[in-house]
């Protein structure tokens, strides 16, 4: 088993940064895949960003440019690191860790962005 915990949500202006990280424990070593997603108000969860084993990451349009993922693999821990936040990103966020099997999650934090 493997457990996630966020921590840095808040409330923010728009154009404003703010910085996510979340915490992995348990069986980090079946970790291949940690990453980011969010859920709008009334819309389905979506892909933020993902940084794999080696280091490589992957990035939604929408956040391209604006938001850096990066993973420390001493502490078991990754961030997202959101510059110049829109409305738009008003979402909870969810860490997620993917083994071989299986994708655990995290219990979300809330990103509110006031225009």
């Known amino acids: 088993q493997v457990q996630l915990v966020e921590s840095g949500g808040g409330l923010v202006q728009a154009g404003g940064s703010l910085r996510l990280s979340c915490v992995a424990s348990?069986?980090?070593?079946?970790?291949?895949?940690m990453g980011w997603y969010r859920q709008p108000p009334g819309k389905a969860r979506e892909l933020v960003a993902r940084i794999i084993i080696g280091g490589s990451t992957n990035y939604a349009d929408s956040v391209k440019g604006r938001f850096t993922c990066s993973r420390d693999n001493a502490k078991n821990t990754v961030y997202l690191q959101m510059n110049s936040l829109k409305s738009e990103d008003t979402a909870v966020y969810y860490c997620a860790a993917d083994s071989l099997d299986r994708r655990y999650w995290g219990q979300g934090t809330q990103v509110t962005v006031s225009s």
């Open positions: 348990g069986s980090v070593f079946r970790i291949n895949v």
